[in-house]
């Protein structure tokens, strides 16, 4: 599949703070390659990316709490679970 320039993409940062200089050789590729009218970026963009980015977290805590509440919530955290069952 070819993208066209202008098109609009989709990164991932999730879990990429290990790899970050990797990571910001392809991104920086990409920008000039594609010339992307829109990124998604899913995870916290890192300060040096450019472009229209718009961020998606992963998953937002403050509403797993509501749903399943503190304690439950830290202790699936704890035991690994990035994405607690809701």
Request: charged share 25%; net charge positive; proline share 5%.
């Amino acid at each position: 599949m070819e993208l066209k320039k202008g098109s609009v993409v989709a990164v991932s940062t999730y879990t990429r703070e290990h790899n970050k200089t990797g990571f910001m050789l392809g991104y920086n590729k990409m920008l000039e390659i594609i010339e992307p009218s829109v990124i998604i970026c899913y995870g916290t963009p890192f300060d040096e990316m450019k472009g229209n980015i718009k961020a998606i977290e992963p998953y937002n805590k403050e509403e797993i709490i509501k749903k399943i509440g503190l304690a439950e919530f830290t202790k699936k955290y704890l035991a690994g679970a990035i994405y607690p069952e809701i």
